[in-house]
């Protein structure tokens, strides 16, 4: 059930990490609401962040906020309730709260993160899509960012599939207007059809900021079990899920490609660096 309390909290502009500290020490956001100024700098936070956490602009107008998330089934869950996946538990920074819509229970299940080049050829397209309705069509649910390229067919094959699901994770909020990019409204839309997932650790509001896709991916790292790089240039954000996958100890794999082609020195120098080839679905379950 959603609380005002949570609602609060997590709209507070104070950093992620900040927000878990205090759930951490004190337990719960209506502890935090009810702290004095001289308990907050008796706790050791400075004085910009307690000035945010008693702002009273924070506190009002919760009950719409509330009846919002309620009419359109966002779920608000902070990392300490027990619907908190157990697989972002243990990550590095682990968003303190997570905005859901669809079927909770699939950020519970079997995992594999498809990503890659958001210019994707027409190639990297067809064997994204190929790929993730055949680990689809193995009950296993693929993990994406909702980009053009890669990420939109990521999701488009999971789609294909009447089997495994598929999870889109946000670098905006959740809501129907705050879609990024635009163009894949449609398939935001069909995700939640078909059973699928969105999430964010973003308020909703957020815009589509640089630096939110970078910090989403650690999300789609933590999720998956496998990670799979289909083309990648030699500076894509794809990497940055990489190095979070391994910082994770996930296994990551990627697509060998054409030496000529941008969208392969990513995922070659991967290999080369000791990343598992992938040349078919039976790949990941040996």
Request: aromatic share 10%; proline share 2%.
């Amino acid at each position: 059930m959603i609380n005002e309390y949570d609602i609060w909290f997590s709209n507070t502009n104070i950093s992620n990490s900040n927000k878990l500290d205090l759930l951490e020490y004190y337990k719960s956001s209506k502890t935090i609401w009810n702290l004095t100024k001289k308990e907050l700098i008796k706790y050791g936070l400075d004085e910009r962040n307690i000035n945010i956490i008693l702002d009273k602009k924070f506190r009002i107008n919760l009950d719409i906020y509330i009846k919002y998330l309620e009419n359109n089934k966002i779920k608000l869950i902070p990392f300490n309730s027990e619907e908190y996946p157990n697989s972002l538990k243990n990550i590095t920074n682990r968003p303190a709260f997570l905005y859901i819509r669809g079927r909770v229970e699939n950020l519970y299940d079997d995992c594999i993160a498809i990503v890659g080049a958001r210019q994707a050829s027409n190639y990297g397209e067809y064997v994204a899509r190929k790929l993730a309705k055949e680990i689809s069509d193995r009950n296993v649910n693929v993990v994406s960012g909702l980009a053009i390229g890669i990420d939109k067919y990521a999701h488009l094959g999971s789609l294909d599939s009447n089997i495994g699901k598929t999870i889109a994770v946000l670098g905006t909020g959740v809501s129907d207007n705050e879609v990024y990019p635009f163009q894949n409204k449609k398939v935001f839309e069909r995700i939640l059809e078909s059973g699928g997932t969105v999430v964010s650790e973003f308020k909703l509001g957020t815009k589509p900021e640089k630096y939110n896709f970078p910090l989403r991916n650690r999300i789609i790292s933590g999720l998956s079990k496998k990670i799979i790089v289909v083309e990648a240039r030699e500076n894509s954000g794809s990497l940055i899920t990489v190095d979070y996958a391994l910082e994770q100890g996930k296994d990551v794999f990627a697509v060998p490609g054409n030496i000529t082609s941008k969208n392969s020195v990513g995922t070659n120098k991967l290999i080369e660096e000791g990343a598992f080839i992938f040349s078919n679905v039976n790949d990941l379950f040996y």
